[in-house]
């Protein structure tokens, strides 16, 4: 398995596809204006506490208020309001919490009135961006993350990822992080911290600590709402998150883009700048590589399986709906074992098309319907393996009783939306033509030019049937007049490839006359 990261660089933003083994699996857009992305932090002020909720609304400078429930405060909120409290008081001169008296935990089944008052000035982090109608969720339990490292403030607890499973080497990450990490603050070891030397993990709580000292000092004498601490750019969170070994290529067709890049690259992972390829062929770099067919596939009400077989995804407001279709494909062994291949290749491509579209909620599943229960127990499992390399926190229930799968994916941010359809060629997508005999007189006008001004030989009109029906039409009839104007025959051709609207003049070798 490979990845390929490709950076399209835009006057209007900077696009990411990334590629596993030459399959689109991740498509972002990044543009200019990156307020309440995820992970970002601001100073908010709470605009209404609703008991029956347990939540407030709070003001973050989104036009609609965003959204903070009590679960989401986070156990050490009490200490993060004392902190907060303090440094824009002028309380809390410095960032270091080494002399900073954390208060009490708050209760789990406590009621948010208790905690937090109308008005009051309050620290939170994105944790959902803004979607549809909704304004933003958000979360009081701060957290900054970094490529090895999670910095939890106002936190003791060292984590530790499930996925490193070696007892060994999880003693050796806690051992040195116990060892390094200051007081009142807690880290979650991350996956990519597996077998890295101490000065790269050092390094890296060395920065997160430097972004808590940045938000510290753009905290004080904040006025909300504002934001005090940015998250890092799509391009570079990317490359913190899934820089491994599988990364094979990073393929940028912008100069200034690819230096920035390998900048970053040099000081998360020193050695691997060599990934990073600059491109600068003629064809736009997403035709070069098949993304834009791939989107054109992939973003449609309509996405077709390579067996001939398709899915059909429909939107509503409170899910999404997936419906497998066998097609023209034929199986050889008879009915069941026909369903069974499609939906195994339609579990495959779903999984893919989730993680593309970033499609979170729920997610219904009509695959094609089988008799046979262990095949049922035999598509469950394959569609587990294919999301296993998607990030996002989903749950997948079996299949019901009527084939139906359910997914529960986790949304965070607003679904990739590509419009695959394109713009009528005859009215631009306007809904109207132009009047046939402005449209007839438009041919003539061109026809003269070609014939008195360029001085043309042989010219032949290629029209829609229709066209060449109207020009050929009476006793009389438009073709005979340009013979006597002209002195000379204008072949006129019908061609059913054309749409209406559509006419070519040709010369004597049957060549394309560019106007």
């Given amino acids: 398995m490979s990845l390929e990261l490709v950076v399209d660089a835009r006057p ?17 857009e990044e543009q200019g204006n990156t307020d309440f992305a995820v992970g970002d932090i601001y100073l908010g002020k709470v605009r209404k506490v609703v008991p029956s909720l347990n939540a407030a609304f709070v003001d973050v400078g989104y ?36 002399y900073f008296r954390s208060e009490k935990d708050i209760p789990k089944e406590g ?72 007081k009142n603050f807690g880290v979650i070891i991350r996956t990519v911290a597996e077998n890295k030397k101490v000065e790269m993990i050092d390094q890296d709580l060395k920065n997160l600590l430097e972004k808590w000292k ?13 934001r005090v601490l940015g998250e890092i750019d799509k391009t570079s969170s990317i490359l913190r998150d899934l820089l491994n070994a599988d990364f094979s290529n990073i393929h940028v067709n912008d100069e200034k883009v690819y230096n920035e890049m390998r900048e970053y690259v040099s000081g998360i992972a020193p050695g691997r700048e060599k990934i990073l390829k600059h491109y600068d062929g003629k064809l736009s770099i997403y035709e070069r590589f098949g993304i834009n067919k791939q989107i054109k596939a992939l973003f449609g009400k309509k996405v077709p399986l390579p067996s001939g077989g398709y899915l059909i995804i429909e939107h509503t407001e409170a899910m ?14 008879g009915q069941e074992s026909n369903a069974m291949a ?5 579990a495959e491509e779903i999984a893919r098309v989730l993680q593309l579209r970033d499609m979170g909620g729920i997610v219904c599943i009509d695959f094609i319907d089988m008799h046979d229960r262990e095949n049922n127990k035999i598509l469950y499992d394959k569609l ?26 986790q949304r965070v941010r607003p679904e990739t939306d590509i419009n695959t359809s394109e713009t ?25 030019f070609l014939i008195l001004d360029r001085k043309e030989n042989k010219v032949a009109l290629l029209v829609h049937p229709y066209l060449e029906a109207y020009f050929k039409k009476g006793l009389i009839s438009k073709q005979l007049k340009w013979f006597f104007k002209y002195k000379k025959w204008i072949p006129i051709r019908g061609v059913t490839a054309n749409h209406l609207l559509q006419y070519t003049f040709v010369n004597g070798k049957n060549e394309e006359i560019t106007l």
């Fill in 214 to 226: 940045t938000m510290h000092t753009n905290l004080k004498n904040a006025t909300p709402p504002k």
């Fill in 63 to 98: 036009e609609k208020d965003a959204f903070l429930h009590y679960l989401d405060l986070g156990p050490q909120f009490s200490s993060l309001n004392k902190f907060t409290k303090e440094t824009l008081h002028g309380k809390q001169s410095v960032a270091d919490l080494l």
């Fill in 111 to 182: 009621k948010i009135d208790e905690i937090i008052s109308a008005s009051q000035p309050i620290l939170v982090q994105v944790a959902k961006e803004p979607i549809s109608s909704k304004g933003p969720r958000l979360s009081s339990e701060i957290t900054l993350a970094g490529r090895y490292l999670v910095l939890v403030p106002f936190s003791d607890k060292i984590s530790i990822s499930q996925k490193i499973k070696e007892q060994e080497e999880r003693d050796r990450l806690k051992d040195l992080l116990e060892a390094i990490k200051p």
């Fill in 12 to 28: 209007n933003g900077i696009w990411l596809a990334l590629l596993r083994d030459g399959k689109l699996i991740e498509l972002h």
């Fill in 384 to 409: 587990k393996t294919f999301m296993q390399n998607d990030r996002a926190k989903h749950n997948i229930l079996p299949p019901s009783k009527f084939g139906v799968v359910e997914i529960t994916r």
């Fill in 342 to 346: 499609t939906n195994i290749e339609a």
């Fill in 424 to 448: 009528c060629p005859t009215c631009n997508g306007t809904g109207e033509v132009q009047a046939s005999i402005l449209y007839a007189e438009e041919i003539e006008t061109n026809l003269n």
């Fill in 320 to 333: 999404h709906v997936i419906d497998v279709n066998s097609g023209n494909r034929k199986g050889a062994d």
